[in-house]
Each structure stands twice: as C-alpha cells, then as structure tokens.
C-alpha cells in the first residue's frame, strides 16, 4: 500500500494502523498519529484501516519552549 | 504555593527545554531554576525510534509537570490535531496553544488561536494560548472558556524584554480574575522582575536562559527575580510623586537652615 508517511511516500505491505506501526518500530508510549490530518488514539491504530495514499503523519517527544 | 490548570505549583517560573547545548545543561538550569513545568513540543519521527522516548525519560526523572506545545502550526486545525497527539504522548490535558500568523516575527494569528482554543476547549484541554498583548484578543479567550492567558512581553527569542508594558498593565487589570503568565520576548532577569511587579502570575522562559553563557546561573537569577518581582507586587509597592521628599525626618537635623528662597535669588 501506497502511503504518505511524514511527507515520505512508502510502499507497505500493511492494511492497519498497528500494522504499519509495528513494522516501522514505533512501539510504546512514545508516539502519536494523525491519519489526514485527524489524531487517531492509540487504542484505535488496529481498527484504523488505511488506504491508499493517504498521509500518516507520526510525533514523537522533543525539547520545546 | 499558587494554582494554575487544577494545579498547585510553588515556582512561578516555567522553563523551556530547548535551545540547550546538551541535555546536562539543560537539567542543571531547570534544576537550579526550581521549576514546576518545562515546555516540550513534537516533531515528526524520524529514523531513530528511541530517541524521543530518551527524551522524555529524561525530564519524567525531573518531576515536572509538562506543558506541551503547538509550535510550528498555522492554522487552527493543524493546532487541535497536534494538541490530541502531545496530550496521548505526555499524558496531559494541559497544551501552550501557538498557532503562527507571521513566520516573521512569529506573531500569532488571533482569529486560528481563538478558533482552536474554542476547539480545544470543548474537548477538555487546559488552554494557556499564547498571544499578544492586545487586550480585546485577550478578552475573546477568556470569554471562550480560557482560564490562563499567555501574553509576550516581545517577539519569541528576542530578549529584549517588555515593548509595551502599557499593555501588560491594562491586560493586568482587566482580567484580574485570569492567570497571565509573560511569555516570550525576556531577555534578563530585570525583565522578569518588571513583570511580575504588575501582578503577573508566573513568566515562561527558555532562550533567555538556554542561550545565556551560564544557563544554570541565569535560571538561578530569574529564578529570584520572579520571586522579587512577585514579592514586591505583593507588598503593595509606594505611589510615585513628582516632587523629592525627604526620607531622614527634618526634625533634629544638626545644621538646620532656614534659608529663604528670595536670599538664594540675591
């Protein structure tokens, strides 16, 4: 599946949100992500099923003022 | 002890996690500084998995509240979606709401922030939105459910301290049931102190100290100006008069003169 992930196109053989976060490594309590622009929880990634094309954008913790 | 968001807090100075040289730089200036609540924000994740995590371990260990950030949107939308992701990652409802209008001077759009914060609200957070000190925008926030407002002294990272103390005051005293926290814009310790001796509640820092030779140093010394400046509001400082008037009482004085103001004119 065709995916935007953070302004990066990605060809993966993945069809949940769960899925492709566990193939990336982003496991834990770490990360957050939007699909098109919407936060999807954490506890709704393995329902979350992706399309294609659509743009997943993942946060993770950094220093801020 | 003061509250701010549900929470009771002793220090009035928030502090910024960024800008610094290391990570043990950094938590020797929250250390020395004796903050409560350090600025974090988001970024998007990149090939290291872990080293967001490390990141956040490492202040959780501090025992500080989190105060997440928007920065970086500009627009409402990017704003709320941005608040729910810091509020899953850093397990808070509290969010410092930026929502950017002028890449310029980083000013913040009033009509995205208000739009946001009426969003936010609604979905429970703890808005402290930063803005400028237009009182009217101001008054907007409050009116949709703000309880803390976040006004600069000066545009982000300039350090130049207060440019229009005529508008803190008056935000001062408009909202005198509203938290006002300084944000942005101090450069020194006076800065701070000028402040808080309105009768603002707390200052946010982060360049003004990160970017300071000794950033453990200059957090110690805003640290204490913060608590002068508080202390100071809160003693009730005299009125000032146009006129000198001596403070050593006249009575008694040992050479006492009685010089008449036409013998000075002769």
């Known amino acids: 599946m065709l995916l935007l992930i953070n302004g990066e196109e990605k060809d993966l053989p993945i069809s949940t949100l769960s899925e492709l976060a566990s193939m990336l490594g982003y496991v834990g309590k770490s990360f957050a992500i939007a699909v098109d622009g919407q936060h999807v929880p954490q506890s709704d990634w393995s329902e979350c099923r992706l399309v294609q094309r659509q743009n997943v954008l993942i946060l993770s913790p950094m220093s801020g003022g | ?266």
């Open chain 2, 1 to 266: 002890m003061w509250n701010v968001g549900g929470a009771q807090l002793q220090s009035r100075l928030f502090l910024g996690t960024a800008l610094y040289e290391s990570p043990e730089i950094m938590l020797n200036a929250l250390t020395s500084s004796s903050t409560d609540v350090v600025t974090v924000s988001l970024r998007r994740q990149g090939a290291d998995v872990r080293a967001g995590a490390s990141f956040l371990n490492l202040l959780r260990r501090q025992n500080v509240r989190f105060l997440p950030n928007t920065a970086g949107c500009h627009t409402a939308q990017e704003a709320v979606t941005t608040a729910n992701m810091a509020r899953e990652i850093f397990s808070t409802n509290w969010i410092k709401l930026e929502v950017t209008g002028d890449d310029y001077n980083l000013q913040p759009d009033p009509f995205e922030l208000l739009r946001a914060t009426k969003i936010l609200i609604s979905q429970g957070f703890e808005v402290f939105p930063y803005c400028t000190s237009d009182l009217v925008v101001a008054q907007r926030l409050v009116e949709a459910g703000c309880k803390i407002i976040m006004p600069w002294a000066a545009p982000i990272g300039t350090g130049i301290g207060p440019t229009d103390i005529y508008a803190l005051e008056i935000l001062r005293q408009r909202l005198p049931d509203t938290v006002l926290i300084v944000d942005a814009g101090l450069g020194k310790p006076s800065h701070a102190a000028q402040v808080m001796e309105l009768g603002y509640d707390g200052v946010l820092l982060n360049s003004a100290v990160a970017l300071s030779n000794d950033p453990a140093t200059m957090s110690c010394a805003f640290r204490l100006a913060v608590e002068a400046g508080r202390l100071g509001f809160e003693a009730g400082p005299m009125l000032p008069r146009n006129t000198a008037s001596p403070s050593t009482p006249l009575i008694g004085t040992p050479f006492w003169q009685q010089t008449e103001t036409t013998d000075l004119c002769k």
